[in-house]
């Protein structure tokens, strides 16, 4: 593709790790796996943590999880076909199939009350038990710039020193309890047709990238040819794995 001009390419903000993806985040890939479905050109801006703040204020966004210690979140995005920045990647969703109506919908109308209410489901339940494992093995992989910032906001978030919030020895436990909430995600699937994720007339929805841009975290984080990855494939009748063959075609991080 010859280079097109900066005022038809979306900004899409990230945070970098120092992994060979770079693109980590189980947020931002919601939202890089839209990027990619849709088609839409796009580059990626890299953020480090401390600085996401100070971007989105610069954009006059209002904060994103208003009352909390991480007020502003990415991802977030620049059209500078419309000069809109938006933050949040289901108002980023929402906002792409709206002003690009021609690309595959990925948060059409009559879901986003679902979504709401799934994201809210899916942050009581599979959240809480994810987070203590997986933040801090994740501080060593993100990049100097930002790792000092992620210890202090996380352990400010459980209240304790970063080593302590799941130490080795409690491993095995916090698994049991991952698989076993997402063993409540799979029931609420089980209904949903032919086994899959999808939900929506077989399309690819926000819905189905949400988790699968969590476990694009799980996986970066544990290694794809680890033993706890391998296990995690085969929970729940394999659903996990299909998940993520589904969206595979979309997992591109090259831009
Ligand atoms: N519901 C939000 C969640 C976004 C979120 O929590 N993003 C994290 C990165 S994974 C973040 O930017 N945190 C900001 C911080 O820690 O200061 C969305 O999907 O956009």
């Given at each position: 593709?010859?280079?097109?001009?900066?005022?038809?390419v979306?900004?899409?903000?990230?945070?970098p790790?120092?992994?060979p993806?770079?693109a980590?985040?189980?947020?931002t890939?919601k939202?890089r796996?839209?990027?990619?479905?849709?088609?839409?050109?796009?580059?990626t801006q890299?953020?480090?943590?401390?600085?996401?703040?100070?971007l989105?204020?610069?954009?006059g966004?209002?904060p994103?999880d208003?009352g909390?210690?991480?007020p502003y979140t990415?991802?977030a995005?620049y059209?500078p076909?419309?000069?809109r920045a938006?933050?949040?990647?289901?108002?980023i969703a929402?906002?792409?199939d709206?002003?690009?109506?021609?690309?595959?919908?990925?948060?059409?109308?009559?879901l986003?009350?679902f979504?709401?209410?799934?994201?809210?489901?899916?942050?009581?339940?599979v959240?809480p038990?994810?987070l203590?494992?997986?933040l801090?093995r994740?501080l060593?992989?993100?990049?100097?710039?930002s790792?000092?910032?992620?210890?202090r906001t996380r352990?400010?978030?459980?209240?304790?020193k970063m080593?302590?919030i799941?130490?080795p020895p409690?491993?095995?436990?916090?698994w049991a309890?991952?698989e076993?909430?997402?063993?409540v995600?799979a029931?609420w699937m089980?209904?949903?047709?032919?086994g899959?994720?999808t939900?929506?007339?077989g399309?690819?929805?926000?819905?189905?990238?949400?988790?699968a841009g969590?476990l694009v975290?799980?996986r970066?984080?544990?290694?794809?040819?680890?033993?706890?990855?391998r296990?995690?494939?085969g929970?729940?009748?394999?659903?996990w794995?299909?998940?993520?063959?589904?969206v595979?075609?979309?997992y591109?991080?090259?831009?």
């Open positions: 593709m010859g280079a097109l001009p900066d005022t038809d979306i900004v899409f903000y990230d945070i790790s120092d992994t993806s770079k980590w985040s189980p947020s890939w939202t796996y839209a990027l990619n479905l849709k088609g839409l050109p796009y580059r890299w953020v480090e943590y401390p600085d996401i703040a100070a989105l204020q610069s954009f966004l209002e994103t208003p909390t210690i991480l990415l991802p995005i059209d076909r419309t000069k938006v933050a949040e990647s289901a108002k929402a906002y792409l709206d002003t690009y109506p021609d690309t595959p919908a990925v948060l059409p109308k009559e986003r009350a979504q709401a209410a799934f994201q809210h489901g899916f942050g009581t339940v959240q038990a994810v203590p494992l997986f801090p994740t060593p992989i993100l990049t100097p710039a790792q000092p910032y992620f210890r352990e400010q978030m459980f209240g304790t080593e302590e799941c130490p409690q491993y095995a436990a916090q309890e991952i076993r909430a997402f063993g995600l029931g089980d209904d949903a047709g032919d899959r994720f939900m929506l007339g399309a690819v929805t926000h819905t189905d990238l949400s988790v969590w975290w799980m970066i984080v544990t290694g794809k040819e680890s033993e706890e990855w296990a995690l494939e929970w729940h009748g394999g659903r794995k299909r998940l993520m063959d589904l595979e075609p979309w591109d991080y090259s831009r």
